[in-house]
């Protein structure tokens, strides 16, 4: 049973910061991709950033120069590093893996944590 744990979330300021956490835990050969998504109320859920295993790593627009994202192979986390936010970043974050069982890939989410940014 493989589980993704997130922590971090909360309230920030605009112009603050906030860090995400996301642990995977269970059993597995290894892990792919991990990203970290966020949905606004009454919208579509959208991917914020991607990390791959090899280091690889893309942001959507709207967070390119305030998010980081980072990952511990040895440790099977990943952070999201979030500085200059703004009130429209407020959503809830959800973290993705890619996890292989060879020589198949699943995907496991996390049950997500908020974060609201006030004016």
């Given at each position: 049973q493989?589980?993704?744990?997130?922590s971090g979330g909360g309230l920030a300021?605009?112009?603050g910061s906030?860090?995400?956490s996301?642990?995977?835990?269970?059993?597995?050969?290894s892990?792919?991709?991990?990203?970290?998504?966020?949905q606004a109320?009454a919208?579509?859920?959208?991917?914020?950033?991607?990390?791959?295993?090899?280091g690889?790593?893309n942001?959507?627009?709207?967070v390119k120069?305030?998010f980081?994202i980072?990952?511990?192979?040895a440790?099977n986390?990943?952070?999201?590093?979030m500085?200059?936010l703004?009130p429209?970043?407020?959503?809830?974050?959800?973290?993705k893996a890619i996890?292989?069982?060879?020589?198949r890939?699943?995907q496991?989410?996390g049950q997500?944590?908020q974060?609201?940014?006030?004016?």
């Open positions: 493989v589980q993704l744990a997130e300021q605009a112009g906030l860090r995400l996301c642990a995977v835990s269970g059993s597995f050969d892990i792919d991709a991990m990203s970290w998504y966020r109320p919208k579509q859920r959208e991917l914020v950033a991607t990390i791959t295993s090899d690889s790593i942001y959507t627009d709207a120069g305030r980081t980072s990952r511990d192979n440790k986390t990943s952070d999201l590093q500085n200059s703004k429209e970043d407020t959503a809830v974050y959800y973290c996890v292989q069982f060879r020589p890939l699943y496991y989410w997500g944590t974060v609201t940014v006030s004016s």
